[in-house]
């Protein structure tokens, strides 16, 4: 039995920065908190967490000191918020986010309704949300003309696989384009995320079953798992001690394993060790 790892698997460069930013602030000024976890990876919350990094679920929850900004971004409204209460901000927001919530801004400022294609509760989504103002909304489902101005700009959740963008903007096409005056799409999935899924699919195609790893909570490692398990039997894991040995029975001759953007090499390689064991 083989197994062989996507060519592009793990960490992003989004996710990356956005550790070491805060590991060099906890090294530099002492215990801080971030505004929600750094990134959805329960394992990399706790490894802060020895560093003096602690996860506050909301700013009221932050009293003065330093408050670190996750790689998902906020809104507008939490900055100034913040910065209303003097706490001191580490601003982690990884670039391909801040291209969509300026996006967003600049859509919103023209006069543009702004389509979000995303999940409308996930922090990334709200922080670009925050930037639309008013004329923002997140779906995933065509909106109705009713909840929309006569000029219209999409943008996307950056961890979204482009296909879903692509059939998404198709049936917005079907759907409005004889009733809007103007239609702008951005594209903003990230390229780590295009990266990551082509990765993964052309494994996926290879391979008898796919092993993908990482929080149930990550948005990017979700859509990894879903892309993966339309072509070939797949199963979703947290941790090595999730793989169950039944899977490799039969037919198996090459597992394929991918990860999400935010789930660190050491799982990756758990996982690794224990499908080798299991051989
Ligand atoms: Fe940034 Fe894309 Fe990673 S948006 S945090 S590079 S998955």
Not at 109 to 132: C, I, T
Not at 136 to 165: C, D, K, M, N, Y
């Amino acid at each position: 039995m083989e197994i062989e790892k996507a060519a592009e698997i793990g960490f992003c460069t989004g996710v990356r920065r956005a550790i070491e930013m805060i590991e060099r602030a906890a090294a530099e000024i002492g215990p801080l908190h971030t505004l929600g976890p750094i990134v959805h990876n329960q394992q990399v919350v706790e490894r802060l967490a020895r560093f003096g990094v602690a996860v506050a679920d909301s700013l009221g929850n932050i009293e003065g000191g330093t408050m670190a900004i996750s790689s998902h971004g906020v809104g507008p409204q939490i900055i100034e918020e913040a910065e209303a209460r003097d706490i001191n901000i580490i601003d982690t927001t990884c670039p391909f986010v801040r291209r969509t919530q300026a996006a967003a801004k600049k859509l919103a400022n023209a006069g543009f309704s702004v389509v979000v294609f995303g999940d409308r509760d996930h922090p990334e989504v709200q922080g670009v949300l925050g930037y639309a103002g008013e004329k923002g909304l997140a779906t995933i489902e065509v909106p109705p003309f009713e909840s929309l101005s006569q000029r219209v700009g999409i943008l996307s959740q950056t961890t979204q696989s482009f296909s879903a963008f692509h059939r998404f903007v198709s049936a917005f096409v079907e759907a409005h384009l004889e009733t809007v005056s103007e239609l702008r799409v951005v594209n903003t999935i990230c390229d780590a995320t295009r990266r990551h899924q082509e990765a993964a699919l052309e494994l996926a195609r290879r391979s008898d079953l796919m092993i993908v790893v990482g929080s149930r909570s990550s948005a990017n490692t979700r859509r990894l798992a879903e892309l993966c398990s339309a072509l070939v039997e797949t199963h979703y894991v947290e941790t090595a001690q999730e793989i169950d040995p039944e899977w490799l029975g039969g037919h198996v001759e090459r597992i394929g394993v991918t990860a999400g953007a935010s789930t660190p090499d050491e799982v990756i390689d758990e996982v690794i060790s224990r499908l080798k064991l299991m051989q």
